[in-house]
């Protein structure tokens, strides 16, 4: 018969060796030793991923895996932080509430799950009950926030599946899962949040900063992860839309350039009223009999025929170069030139239509023609003034946002 203390000792011995054996005998032999070392004696076991022994324990004194100790950790606690899939699995067998415990730091299993990126053990404590990961840490953060923290894509990419609802959710900040990412510069994380369809908007926190503002405060790294989440970014703003957009507006303007091109030249090879058959001393064969029948108008057809089919070339030209779907500056000058090409085949039209109209219905039709051309022109130009008050504003008064949330910044920073 040995010692209490000797019997400790053997004790935990056989449970750092894994030896059931010895522990059944130690335990059969000394039963009161249960009672004042079980405790201890279970998450340490736990720590030393002695699953025989934690199991052996567990048939025992199934309430012991409700155990805390002085950090207010259970065994789960600590099996979750040491990644063993076992012995997690073992312990939420008998005590599956423990999902809800709260260690010194007020984190329960999932969210220390997700902190240190153990995937099976959180897929399975979500699978037992996925409402413990709805818990608030520190700050109004949640575990969403924790896994953007620390660097675990694949933690938050489990937790996204189960939890979708809370991944617009704010902290005490005011700020979502998204602004953290920029502000730690995750190129993944940001990729898998925006183009992934995660987050759809864009929010402010309570300084008013969206996630772009916050990327254009920071400072550019030497890497191309600065430009690469700009471009991410942008597609989640307004101005992102309008970026995205730009390859089908490219594409109708080509469409439409295209049309233009093939009607100018048509009319140029084709004239109205045709062409004469014959030479004489007025004219050639193959000459066109509005040249010789209505000179000046004529000149005006040439001349708006001519701007339109050169136009058109010009933006179709510039938009093969690609630079229209990438940048909207190249698309802006591909769309002028293509009001240019609609108002001059417009005027070709009209002269068309003049000549080959009976001269007792030709002043009526130019009245018609002038005023129809007269009001195109006037809905280009309001269509472009408009475009351009609209952008003016637009710019204004996101600069004042960006002044405004600036000085909250300020202010911010000095109260504290």
């Given at each position: 018969?040995?010692g ?53 324990m ?16 259970s ?33 329960n ?29 520190h ?73 772009l ?88 057809f ?72 007269a ?27 960006d ?14």
């Amino acid at each position: 018969m040995i010692g209490t203390a000797a019997a400790e000792k053997k004790l935990y011995e056989a449970a750092s060796k894994g030896d059931v054996t010895a522990f059944r005998e130690v335990v059969e032999e000394y039963a009161y030793l249960l009672n004042g070392v079980a405790r201890n004696l279970l998450h340490t076991a736990t720590m030393w991923g002695q699953a025989g022994i934690v199991e052996e324990m567990l048939k025992m004194n199934p309430r012991l895996a409700r155990s805390l100790d002085s950090e207010k950790s259970s065994p789960l606690h600590i099996a979750v932080v040491e990644g063993n899939v076992e012995i997690t699995k073992k312990l939420l067998s008998v005590a599956p509430e423990m999902c809800w415990s709260l260690d010194c730091q007020n984190m329960n299993p999932i969210h220390i799950a997700a902190i240190n990126g153990h995937v099976a053990i959180l897929e399975e404590l979500l699978r037992i009950n996925y409402l413990p990961a709805m818990e608030r840490v520190h700050r109004g953060q949640t575990v969403l926030h924790l896994c953007v923290k620390h660097f675990q894509l694949r933690a938050l990419q489990v937790l996204v599946e189960k939890l979708g609802d809370i991944v617009d959710a704010n902290d005490e900040d005011g700020e979502t899962i998204l602004h953290w990412a920029v502000r730690s510069k995750q190129l993944e994380m940001i990729r898998y949040l925006v183009e992934g369809n995660i987050i759809q908007k864009e929010t402010k926190n309570y300084m008013g900063k969206t996630a772009l503002k916050i990327w254009k405060d920071s400072s550019p790294n030497t890497t191309n992860n600065h430009s690469e989440i700009k471009r991410i970014l942008l597609s989640l703003s307004d101005d992102g839309s309008l970026i995205e957009a730009l390859p089908k507006m490219t594409d109708i303007t080509m469409v439409v350039v295209v049309l233009i091109a093939t009607m100018a030249f048509l009319a140029a090879v084709s004239p109205p009223g045709g062409v004469w058959q014959d030479n004489s001393s007025t004219h050639k064969a193959g000459e066109a009999v509005m040249a010789s029948t209505h000179p000046t108008i004529y000149k005006h057809f040439v001349r708006a025929n001519t701007t339109a089919f050169v136009s058109s070339l010009i933006a179709i030209f510039l938009i093969t170069t690609g630079l229209p779907s990438a940048h909207i500056f190249f698309l802006g000058i591909a769309t002028y030139t293509m009001w240019v090409s609609l108002t001059s085949i417009a005027v070709s039209y009209g002269a068309s239509v003049t000549v080959i109209t009976p001269n007792t219905e030709t002043q009526s039709l130019g009245h018609v023609i002038g005023r129809a051309v007269a009001m195109s022109l006037t809905i280009f130009v309001v269509i472009g003034v408009g475009s351009y008050i609209f952008l003016l504003c637009k710019t204004k008064n996101q600069r004042r946002e960006d002044v405004t949330a600036d000085l909250a910044g300020v202010v911010s920073s000095r109260s504290v």
